[in-house]
């Protein structure tokens, strides 16, 4: 048994997980989960993935976002993933239909489960609150996952006051009442201390899909449209926070015609965005293609020479860390959990945020120096290929369900 020494705390778990991985059952309450588009949705599945390989039992309850999406579901043959009716009163923020008899008959169907160890993601989301109730009553130990390293962002002051108000009470409230919190950055924990004053939160990264990004082939369609051209890349949902518009103001402080830009994603920011690349005559200049299945948009990025993640907020970014194994030069808002993925040192710019100048002047830079792409990018790849693996991670967990289960038995 190797110890596993916590990099935020110091708390050492013992990679023994003989007593949980055959059998354990968990119950996860995930604000989000594909083919839901985004970090924490790939974070939930793969963790899932992994653990279930492990042995362990996992049930989902999830809203029904996209509404496509199928009701009931079964992956990895052990991960059974219950949707209900849901909608989103605020963008990114869903809510189940409690007026449907069919929500309530999904709910009253979690009573017949005997899960060990109930899983909530997100303090700000109501899931989350959701997960309390339910581990409360049922007298089952909350693990929370905390994905976040700050309070959300939003378009104007007034949203974004009601966001901190609900963090710091409904937000706060569950995270001091989880058993156990672990963190998938050391700046995600150190905004859970912030909230909840405790200091008892473990930190396990994320790992990397490595092998699912290394069967992407480059796109060789858009690669022989824009083969005279220095490609540059964004990834990522189209919304508050994560500062796309600062992109697209520093392509028009570039004035460079030699340049395509390509927005991988989609969501409620991209009408303003297109509106912007209109104002500022860069419409034959950057390229949305919306939401694309995970292996599209892993070609897509491939065939780009520099990412650029210009986001407020971010709890372990996995677009840069997916840009990291696509070995690409990046261009990143130094904010959460982003110096955790790379450096700034001979890997990739780090800069504040809002700063569309900054990003221009380092996408010059970057477009005229190919050498000083190639050593971030490879750099870049070699940090995060060696830092971030799913079945250390998993061990990680396994360590986590034991502690909880023992501390049950006691």
């Given amino acids: 048994m190797n110890p596993v020494r916590n990099p935020f705390n110091g708390i050492e778990f013992m990679e023994n997980n003989k007593s949980v991985s055959n059998g354990v059952k968990i119950l996860v309450f995930s604000p989000f989960y594909p083919p839901h588009i985004g970090g924490l949705e790939t974070h939930s599945d793969e963790f899932n993935k992994h653990l279930s390989r492990k042995g362990v039992d996992i049930t989902v309850f999830t809203p029904q976002l996209p509404k496509e999406a199928l009701g009931q579901e079964v992956r990895y043959n052990d991960v059974h993933i219950t949707r209900y009716a849901a909608f989103e009163p605020i963008h990114n923020y869903p809510m189940p239909l409690f007026w449907r008899k069919a929500f309530w008959r999904e709910w009253c169907a979690l009573n017949t489960l ?84 405790r200091v008892d939160v473990s930190v396990i990264y994320r790992g990397a899909n490595i092998e699912a990004i290394e069967r992407c082939a480059p796109d060789q369609n858009v690669a022989e449209q824009n083969r005279d051209k220095t490609i540059i890349a964004f990834i990522g949902r189209l919304i508050d926070g994560k500062g796309t518009h600062d992109l697209i103001t520093a392509l028009s402080l570039l004035q460079r015609k030699d340049v395509v830009t390509l927005i991988i994603g989609g969501g409620p920011e991209e009408t303003r965005l297109k509106k912007m690349t209109e104002e500022y005559r860069l419409t034959n200049q950057v390229v949305f293609f919306g939401n694309l299945p995970f292996e599209e948009a892993i070609s897509i990025l491939k065939t780009a020479h520099i990412v650029v993640n210009p986001s407020y907020t971010e709890g372990l970014p996995t677009s840069v860390t997916e840009s990291a194994l696509c070995r690409k030069a990046i261009i990143a808002t130094n904010v959460g959990g982003t110096p955790e993925v790379i450096s700034g040192k001979n890997d990739g710019f780090l800069l504040p945020p809002r700063q569309p100048k900054l990003i221009a002047e380092k996408l010059a830079l970057l477009i005229e120096d190919r050498e000083l792409r190639a050593t971030f990018s490879q750099n870049a790849f070699e940090r995060v290929r060696n830092k971030f693996d799913w079945d250390h991670s998993a061990r990680q967990y396994l360590a986590v369900f034991t502690q909880l289960l023992n501390n049950k038995k006691g």
């Fill in 114 to 197: 005997d899960p060990d160890i109930v899983i909530s993601r997100t303090r700000f989301f109501f899931p989350s609150l959701m997960a309390l109730w339910y581990a409360h009553r049922k007298h089952l130990p909350l693990l929370h996952i905390e994905h976040g390293s700050d309070f959300a962002q939003f378009n104007g002051q007034f949203k974004t006051t009601l966001g901190k108000l609900y963090d710091w009470t409904v937000g706060r409230f569950i995270l001091r009442h989880a058993d156990s919190i672990v963190a998938n950055s050391q700046a995600s924990a150190r905004f859970v201390t912030k909230l909840s004053d």
